[in-house]
């Protein structure tokens, strides 16, 4: 015990790439460590029916990934808000239970609201208000806020979800989010939160042994219901932290709804479609677009990449777009230091007489 309370001592006083890097490695050792267990109670993905990979295949994801996701926060105080942690495991504990035995709809459904009340109620994290979607001013929820921020917590895991269908597809867009969110975070001239760095390293862990590469054939680990619905909640938290802070947010709803696009986008497409053909929207069928891509003779591998690759670009449509408030002035103070030291001193000269251009001071900057 006391060797391992001198490692996590160690670890929290580290910089948060070390603390990742460790959250990195722990979440590929579980990988490795769960795989056997899997098998002999059953959490595995058998081939058969829509399923078409090769072999049985371990369901660890979610447990790795949450694993990974835990050490690396216990290894500096206030990483992780414990709030998060619970939510996270409740959506996780009702996924195992859905890959070991399945579940109705309707539960998991239920659990997806406690889980996201969990986040409103306790973590305090919630949509305000929509930005400047018309032109008119922000757009504020005021008592619509609450149902606002669960529906769309709830219908983020379930697109999420939905995404999961083949190798490396929806570990993969978790990484182009994530990636996305702390380029926007720095862009925007404020700290980048260690939670953010964790959980990136976390899903990189477990996404070496699900993503195809020259050195893996095919996936050796799947998120399944356990792992696809822990990303999709830890996925809209972080979002929602996104868009918090009023005048002070990194980014507008707008710009994290393209962050976030191309589960959702499939998803909706997916239920409209099936509702026009007079069938029921939540019935699974092949018709996703990796399936599309699939049967325009891709390989999994070609698609999965290509896919990422689009979602990647989505994100890029409006993640660096100007923060605003003080976030926005800390960064154009930045930029206009950066130009100015960049510039010979012989063409600083200003004319005399007053500045037309005075920054106030924010933060230190």
């Not at 490695?25 to 058969?48: N, Q, W, Y």
């Not at 109705?104 to 973590?123: D, H, N, P, Q, T």
């Not at 507008?252 to 589960?263: H, K, M, N, R, T």
Request: hydrophobic share 50%.
């Amino acid at each position: 015990m006391a060797l391992i309370e001198d490692i996590l001592g160690y670890f929290g006083n580290a910089s948060p790439v070390l603390v990742s890097g460790g959250g990195l490695a722990f979440t590929a050792l579980l990988i490795h460590l769960l795989s056997k267990p899997a098998e002999r109670v059953g959490l595995i993905d058998r081939p058969g029916g829509r399923k078409t990979h090769e072999g049985l295949v371990p369901l660890t994801g979610g447990l790795a990934i949450y694993g990974g996701f835990v050490f690396a926060s216990s290894c500096g105080t206030g990483i992780v808000s414990p709030i998060l942690l619970l939510g996270m495991g409740l959506v996780l504990v009702v996924g195992l239970i859905d890959d070991l035995y399945g579940l109705s709809a309707r539960f998991r459904l239920v659990a997806e609201i406690c889980a996201a009340l969990i986040m409103v109620v306790w973590g305090g994290k919630m949509i305000h208000d929509l930005g400047d979607i018309v032109g008119t001013g922000s757009l504020r929820l005021g008592l619509f806020a609450i149902p606002f921020t669960v529906l769309c917590t709830v219908g983020f895991i379930n697109a999420f979800n939905m995404s999961d269908g083949i190798d490396g597809l929806a570990s993969g867009c978790a990484i182009t989010a994530m990636s996305w969110f702390i380029v926007a975070t720095w862009l925007a001239g404020q700290p980048i939160n260690p939670k953010e760095w964790v959980l990136l390293a976390a899903i990189l862990g477990f996404a070496a042994y699900n993503v195809r590469h020259p050195l893996r054939k095919k996936a050796s680990a799947f998120l399944g219901d356990s792992g696809s619905m822990l990303l999709g909640f830890a996925l809209s938290w972080v979002a929602i932290q996104m868009v918090e802070g009023g005048p002070n947010r990194i980014l507008s709803p707008i710009a994290v709804a393209w962050v976030l696009a191309l589960p959702v986008i499939d998803t909706v497409r997916l239920m409209l479609q099936r509702g026009l053909r007079g069938g029921n929207p939540f019935v699974a069928d092949r018709e996703h677009l990796h399936h599309i891509l699939l049967r325009k003779n891709l390989t999994p591998g070609q698609t999965s990449w290509l896919l990422v690759g689009i979602n990647g670009v989505l994100g890029a449509i409006r993640s660096d777009e100007p923060p605003s408030g003080s976030a926005r002035l800390v960064a154009d103070r930045r930029v206009h230091r950066d130009f100015r030291d960049a510039l010979p001193a012989d063409d600083l000269r200003l004319p005399a007489g007053p500045s037309r251009f005075r920054y106030p001071a924010v933060n230190g900057v």
